[in-house]
């Protein structure tokens, strides 16, 4: 039986991204800034974690020596402890911008070789014809914020006159990107999701690759909350992706989390989500067990991201870092002979770093093949080397972006 297990870790970078200057990013590592905190004691917080970093099974995956490999940076004394039939190494992204659907396209063997649009940094940041335009053909009274901003502080800042005036709340960021927030009963959240599918029309000719629905709830500033009906309405890919050639020869796709609207639902079979990471790991063991031969289990646990990279919160991130380590084993335990496990990263999200955005990174490519020899991968030139490694393995033909490095990994141990 050969199945695959794809799980990214949303925004986990590993730094040394050999662009990263261009980016403003010179400098950025998502894990090593978190290590170097929690070492230091800066990630301290009563009730939540304490000390050095622990992470023991992506440790014994890799993760150390991928650390090294990405920038030189060494994790602790055990790094060299890697367990027979696990594999590490890194990958440098080729694709342009450091957003999540270039990561996950070149993941899945499409790397994003066109320039995706952005709004600028101005207010307002909308074209006053698209502005227009979403007034009208949205049938909304007008829009609030139209400015470059953070999630939470946006509905702070405009919340309680959404309520009052029905207005949704427009906003972008240094990604590609139009968010919209709007109240899940006072404006509705069927309506945002039909107002979310007439922006992601008119911003089609700008290039913008994802239209962002972010609901709440909350009457007031002090009560305000984002939900999990987030829904993303993403550019479906340009060339058929990996998930379009497993599910056209006929093999399953299970998407976790948001992996469906990232590929605007090509090439997925099924889509189960749940409420932040744990929720989601258990539905991505139940999607270990119904996986058949030849079918892929693609997971992203988004809340590194967005609960803690964009809040820059490093205490949070480390806790979840561990959280997700201690929940490890079990999706271990699950692996069959000819089986594969990915762990990797779309991006980075460094929580030490100026602003609140993405930065760009080296991702760790770390994982575990049973009964295979495992070893080290090395720097990878693309993301896409991980999508045609999970090709070859589960016996497609070789796409036209990336090279597997299964051979690498494919001795009998």
């Not at 996950?104 to 649009?117: C, K, N, Q, T």
């Not at 101005?122 to 909304?140: D, N, Q, S, W, Y």
């Not at 990996?242 to 990232?262: E, F, H, N, P, Q």
């Not at 100026?354 to 020899?373: F, K, N, Q, Y």
């Amino acid at each position: 039986m050969a199945r695959a297990f794809l799980f990214v870790l949303d925004s986990f970078g590993i730094g040394g991204a050999a662009d990263a200057e261009r980016y403003g990013d010179a400098g950025s590592n998502t894990f090593g800034h978190i290590a170097q905190a929690c070492a230091e004691g800066r990630a301290d917080r009563e009730g939540l974690r304490k000390g050095p970093l622990q992470v023991p099974t992506m440790v014994a995956l890799g993760l150390g020596r991928a650390a090294k490999t990405a920038t030189g940076f060494s994790f602790d004394s055990k790094t060299d402890a890697v367990s027979a039939s696990a594999f590490h190494g890194a990958a440098q992204e080729i694709s342009s911008g450091k957003d999540t659907p270039s990561g996950h396209w070149e993941i899945a063997g499409l790397p994003v070789r066109f320039d995706w649009g952005y709004f600028p940094d101005t207010v307002p940041a909308f074209p006053a014809e698209l502005t227009e335009a979403m007034i009208r053909e949205g049938k909304v009274p007008g829009i609030l914020g139209n400015c470059h901003a953070p999630g939470t502080e946006i509905i702070e800042r405009f919340g309680e006159e959404h309520i009052r005036t029905g207005k949704p709340i427009c906003y972008t960021s240094v990604d590609s990107v139009l968010q919209i927030a709007a109240h899940e009963v006072h404006f509705g959240l069927e309506r945002l999701y039909e107002f979310c599918k007439t922006v992601r029309r008119l911003v089609d000719p700008l290039k913008i690759g994802r239209v962002i629905a972010r609901p709440f709830l909350g009457e007031t500033v002090a009560t305000f909350e984002r939900t999990y009906n987030r829904h993303d309405y993403a550019v479906p890919p340009p060339e058929p992706t990996l998930l379009d050639r497993l599910t056209g020869r006929g093999s399953r796709v299970i998407a976790i989390g948001k992996i469906g609207d990232i590929f605007a639902h090509r090439g997925i079979s099924e889509v189960r989500k749940a409420p932040g990471n744990m929720a989601m790991f258990d539905e991505a063991l139940g999607a270990m067990d119904d996986a058949g031969d030849g079918d892929l289990v693609f997971a992203n646990f988004v809340d590194f991201d967005t609960e803690f990279g964009h809040r820059r919160d490093v205490a949070g991130y480390a806790a979840a870092l561990e959280a997700f380590d201690r929940r490890l084993p079990e999706a271990l335990a699950k692996l069959k002979p000819g089986d594969l496990l990915i762990l990797t990263a779309d991006h980075g999200n460094d929580p030490t770093w100026r602003g609140t955005d993405h930065t760009r990174e080296r991702i760790p490519v770390i994982g575990m093949a049973p009964g295979l020899t495992g070893g080290d991968i090395g720097l990878r030139t693309t993301f896409a080397d991980i999508g045609e490694t999970v090709a070859e393995h589960l016996k497609l033909a070789r796409g036209r972006h990336g090279a597997s490095f299964h051979a690498t990994i494919g001795g009998h141990a």
